[in-house]
């Protein structure tokens, strides 16, 4: 891959999700001049903000204003607008950039149907995108279930995590015989006393 293809991809997918939205490039277009530096994995892109609020490719060498880091593992998350996701995002540098970024990150809405639609049609594309759908629902349901049952697991069957419950139970007991044995100290005592 030829150096600044990821910058070019990138500039093209942002301006193309930010045309269907005025005011997005609007807000964009507050930040002219500045400079994002972004990593995911081991690819970056490095992209400037335009007065029009369209991002370019950054010029070789512009020093970076914030510098975002995205671990790969996060990209799902990300893509399905998973609010822990969003912090687990590295920001370095310029703060009012980087909420901007986030906040556009998080509302814009990419109309994947409508731009599958133009390559392979109207109910292909329908298809496709309620399959991924319906396999991401059942990708959520999956691993709510998992560690549903991973937590009945470690809890019930094989008690390595106490639940709440014995938690409680335990506590509970433990004043109980904490007030036991004052109150049997108190006894000694008075025996003590009038012996």
């Known amino acids: 891959m030829i150096a600044g293809a990821p910058a070019a991809?990138?500039?093209?997918?942002?301006?193309?999700?930010?045309?269907?939205?005025?005011l997005a490039r609007s807000r964009l277009g507050r930040f002219a001049g500045r400079t994002a530096l972004f990593r995911v994995g081991p690819v970056s892109a490095s992209l400037t903000v335009q007065t029009t609020g369209e991002v370019l490719p950054a010029a070789d060498g512009a020093a970076a204003?914030?510098?975002?880091?995205?671990?790969?593992?996060?990209?799902?998350?990300l893509a399905a607008h998973d609010e822990a996701a969003?912090?687990?995002?590295?920001?370095?540098?310029?703060?009012?950039?980087?909420?901007?970024v986030a906040f556009l990150a998080k509302h814009l809405q990419w109309d994947v149907?409508?731009?599958?639609?133009k390559v392979v049609g109207d109910a292909a594309a329908n298809r496709a995108v309620s399959t991924a759908r319906a396999?991401?629902?059942w990708g959520k349901d999956a691993t709510g279930r998992l560690a549903a049952g991973a937590a009945e697991y470690f809890t019930e069957e094989s008690p390595l995590i106490a639940?709440?419950?014995?938690?409680?139970?335990f506590v509970a007991g433990v004043t109980e015989l904490r007030d036991a044995v004052e109150r049997l100290d108190k006894r000694i005592q008075n025996l003590e006393k009038a012996g």
Do not use: C, W
């Open 163 to 169: 639940s709440r419950v014995k938690v409680e139970d």
């Open 113 to 117: 149907e409508e731009d599958l639609s």
């Open 135 to 137: 396999a991401a629902a």
């Open 86 to 100: 969003y912090r687990e995002v590295e920001t370095v540098g310029d703060m009012e950039l980087a909420g901007e």
């Open 9 to 22: 991809v990138a500039s093209r997918a942002i301006n193309r999700l930010t045309a269907a939205t005025p």
């Open 65 to 77: 204003d914030l510098e975002v880091r995205i671990s790969p593992f996060l990209l799902p998350r």
